[in-house]
């Protein structure tokens, strides 16, 4: 489901990635690629593991089975490589309490090999970020863009940002979308976790979708709502033929009186063929919202009812 | 879970620790009293001659009714006990008070039905029961040694009111500091300058009434077994009562969250440049460590000042020197000996010193500050050697800071020692704070959250070994388990090379350890 190879090594590319606490299985041999350049989203619901792959992919853990490689270097055994060309920003920045938040920017940026001060200086006026306050006085919000200018003032070739906007007001997060599309435009990858969909649907090229620490789907959003199931309702002049139930990709029929209603799991060629000769007052197809589609993925069993299919 | 008992969930098990430990050193205590004074003329002796010597009465406190076991037992511990209760109560208060405020707990349980100054006193009603725990400790202590019943709670009351006092000063820190550390650190301040003020007062009896300034000094007044006084305790109680009202008029003058003191203005703030870990680090460990300083140079000064006076009266009494040859060796009766022996507790507090720095480490990487700049190609190895090496340096300027100290306290009462050998005998102290350094570093590599607990323990083992082991007549296989036990008391004696050579290499291979087992393990936020 990958969209197409490139010659270029892989952003990130993790196979079979395996992260056990104990009896707790956090992250379930989970494989994807992310191609240089482009922007992926990683959603997934509380506790699915995405911050978890984030800490393997940086090294901050060792993965139990499996591995991860960061533009070729590994993930675990290299990190000096891999680090080299990335940046994280974590959901809740921890900023040290004595230092002001320009020697932290100062620090970073430092000890990642360097940063361009005009850069730096763009990105606080942008997100309207004052330098001088010591780091225990910060906001939470306010901790947060320390975290996004350091990582966003290095330029690096992967930014791996787990719930980066959290705590930001509806300005700054426009602010962060632009500071990532102009990161894509420069050819930098970008690897999001995300709660927001609104955020990922804005910005992203590919989304995964993770739940209980094991990969459901991968695809651009448009694939991801073509695989998803219409909601079908038609209104008969008579009464409804009684033989559209066993129809390829037809579920849970519901006939009230002259109406009937199901769920369509695949392209309506079958369906309208089987309707043709009948005489019909309505007929609504809907798409589904990209809310229901997450929450069908995100529901506690996603195999029975609405649940992804496995295809 | 009810406000009160999550106060007391933080703070049972220190009271609980501490209340043991204080009981038990009041056992071994009168055990090895009723040993070294088996007969009442034996007794007298010892009165007399502790009673002359101002060096003790200033370490120790006022020597009242010697000739009984509870009578020596308040003079020789009772200003310790009084410490370890103080510092007890303003950690534990600190942490119950600013520590929730800091991490956000107090809010949420103020957003629901309690009240703020209904939340403070059930707080402050958790701490009070801690109080009653450490007490109870002294007092079986005491019963179990056959101590008299008035007596033993005399002097665990004097125990809790220690507790209390410095309790309620970290209460009221804790109103004007926005951060634990703080509020801590400033009613620890109080607790060091409150126990000068009381050595002060009971070293010469011409200004005693100095100790009447400290808090440690009321209850070292009480004399628990002999005449009695309950002056003190009074006065404690009204000084408590004040500082609680105090706590709940300042707490309804501040927001949740903020102090009274600490929010400073930004006109003119220029930013400093801290661009490596060791930069990091060094900037992380200034204002700590400066203030170790201070503490070592006013001990090593205080007792080389003391020394000549001490060397005169231990030189006059065959029990003494037995006493006191059973700790340090008979070199400890010249001025030489008696700077070894400080010495050997100077590197106490420096293992304590080090123990704190690899702890402060944990802290940097529970609370999430450690991920940012091992992402950005800091390399772990890089980040922990920045830490051992602003540690390590540490604790060698400590030593030498210490000892100079030491050096002009003697020179200055008219005592000859030279500057070198005094300078060798603090660097002597190094190794062995290395050694619990190193096992520290260790703990932090394989268990991470064990890292404080291991760092203070182990010293606190080490050390009751060593000290109570000598006292209570163990065998020496025993006393020597303590690192401390093989540390020499330079300059009286040579350097032991083989110890120094052997804790050195005990040292790296633990730090070492840790090392690589923090290379190896996971990075945990808490």
Not at chain 1, 140 to 149: D, E, P, S
Not at chain 1, 160 to 174: A, N, R, S
Not at chain 1, 214 to 238: H, N, P, Q, Y
Not at chain 2, 59 to 72: E, Q
């Amino acid at each position: 489901m990958d969209a197409g190879t490139s010659d270029a090594v892989a952003a990130i590319e993790t196979t079979g990635l395996t992260k056990r606490f104990g009896p707790l299985t956090a992250l379930d041999g989970l494989s994807i690629t992310v191609h240089q350049g482009e922007v992926y989203g990683f959603l997934g619901p509380n506790g699915a593991g995405k911050t978890t792959t984030i800490r393997l992919l940086l090294g901050l853990a060792h993965p139990t089975a499996g591995g991860a490689r960061v533009y070729g270097h590994d993930a675990w055994a290299d990190t000096a490589g891999a680090h080299g060309h990335l940046a994280y920003v974590p959901g809740e920045f921890s900023a040290w309490p004595r230092l002001r938040g320009g020697e932290i920017l100062d620090l970073l940026g430092s000890v990642h090999g360097g940063y361009d001060p005009a850069v730096r200086d763009e990105l606080c006026e942008r997100f309207e970020f004052d330098p001088t306050v010591r780091g225990r006085a910060y906001s939470k919000g306010n901790r947060q863009k320390i975290g996004l200018i350091a990582a966003f003032m290095v330029r690096p070739d992967l930014l791996v940002l787990d719930e980066p906007t959290t705590g930001l007001d509806p300005l700054m997060e426009q602010t962060f979308r632009r500071c990532v599309e102009e990161a894509r435009d420069r050819g930098q990858t970008i690897f999001l976790s995300s709660h927001i969909l609104s955020e990922v649907e804005a910005v992203c090229d590919r989304v995964a979708i993770l739940r209980r620490g094991r990969l459901v789907e991968v695809g651009t959003l448009d694939d991801l709502r073509k695989l998803r199931t219409r909601e079908v309702e038609i209104e008969f002049a008579g009464s409804p033929p009684p033989d559209l139930g066993v129809l390829p990709g037809i579920d849970d029929v519901e006939i009230t009186g002259s109406t009937v209603r199901f769920h369509l799991r695949r392209d309506p060629t079958a369906v309208i063929r089987a309707l043709a000769p009948h005489e019909i007052r309505s007929l609504d197809i809907r798409e589904p919202s990209l809310e229901e589609l997450f929450l069908s993925y995100y529901g506690d069993d996603p195999v029975s009812g609405r649940g992804p299919d496995a295809s | 879970m009810s406000p009160f008992r999550l106060s007391w969930r933080l703070l049972w098990r220190g009271a609980a620790i501490w209340s043991g430990i204080l009981g038990v050193i009041v056992m071994i205590g009168v055990r090895a009293y009723n040993e070294l004074y088996p007969t009442e003329a034996a007794r007298q002796l010892a009165v007399t001659e502790f009673s002359n010597i101002r060096a003790l009465s200033a370490l120790y406190g006022r020597p009242v009714g010697l000739d009984t076991p509870g009578g020596f037992i308040v003079w020789r511990y009772g200003a310790f006990a009084g410490v370890v209760a103080g510092l007890w109560g303003l950690m534990a208060v600190s942490r119950v008070l600013r520590g929730d405020e800091e991490v956000g707990r107090t809010e949420l349980v103020l957003s629901g039905d309690v009240g703020a100054t209904r939340l403070l006193l059930t707080q402050l009603g958790a701490f009070g029961l801690g109080v009653a725990v450490i007490a109870a400790g002294t007092l079986l202590g005491c019963l179990a040694s056959g101590l008299r019943l008035g007596g033993s709670a005399l002097f665990s009351i004097s125990i809790a009111g220690d507790a209390l006092v410095f309790g309620m000063i970290a209460a009221l820190t804790s109103q004007l500091f926005d951060a634990r550390r703080r509020a801590a650190g400033w009613a620890g301040a109080t607790l060091g300058v409150a126990y000068l003020l009381r050595a002060l007062g009971d070293g010469a009896p011409e200004r005693s009434w100095v100790s009447w300034l400290s808090p440690i000094g009321w209850t070292g007044r009480i004399s628990a077994f002999t005449d009695p006084s309950l002056a003190p305790i009074a006065l404690i109680a009204s000084v408590t009562a004040v500082l609680l009202g105090g706590c709940v008029v300042l707490m309804h003058r501040r927001d949740i969250g903020a102090g009274l003191i600490g929010a400073r203005t930004r006109a003119g703030v220029h930013l400093r440049r801290v661009r490596s870990p060791l930069a990091l680090d060094w900037l992380l460990a200034r204002g700590a460590a400066i203030a170790w300083a201070v503490g070592v140079i006013v001990y090593g000064y205080v007792l080389g000042f003391l020394a000549a006076d001490m060397i005169d009266y231990l030189r006059n009494d065959k029990n003494l020197l037995d006493m006191f040859s059973r700790i340090g060796g008979n070199s400890i009766v010249t001025v030489k000996g008696f700077l070894g022996l400080t010495f050997t507790i100077v590197g106490i507090v420096l293992a304590v010193y080090a123990g704190s720095m690899v702890s402060a480490a944990r802290t940097e990487e529970a609370e999430g500050r450690v991920e940012g700049l091992v992402t950005s190609g800091v390399g772990r190895g890089r980040w922990l050697g920045a830490r051992v090496l602003v540690g390590g340096g540490g604790v060698v300027a400590l030593a030498l800071v210490g000892a100079f100290g030491a050096w002009v306290g003697t020179v200055s009462n008219g005592s000859s020692v030279g500057l070198g050998e005094t300078l060798l005998g603090g660097l002597n102290a190094v190794p062995v704070a290395l050694v619990f350094g190193g096992l520290s570093l260790l703990a932090f590599g394989l268990l991470p959250r064990t890292t404080a607990f291991v760092a203070y323990g182990a010293v606190a083992v080490a050390y009751v070994i060593q000290m109570i082991g000598a006292l209570a007549g163990a065998p020496s296989w025993v006393t020597d388990l303590s690192p401390f036990a093989h540390v020499a008391a330079v300059p009286a004696v040579p350097v032991n090379v083989t110890a120094t050579v052997v804790m050195l290499a005990v040292a790296a291979a633990l730090g070492l350890g840790g090392l690589i087992a923090f290379r190896r393990r996971d990075i945990t936020a808490e």
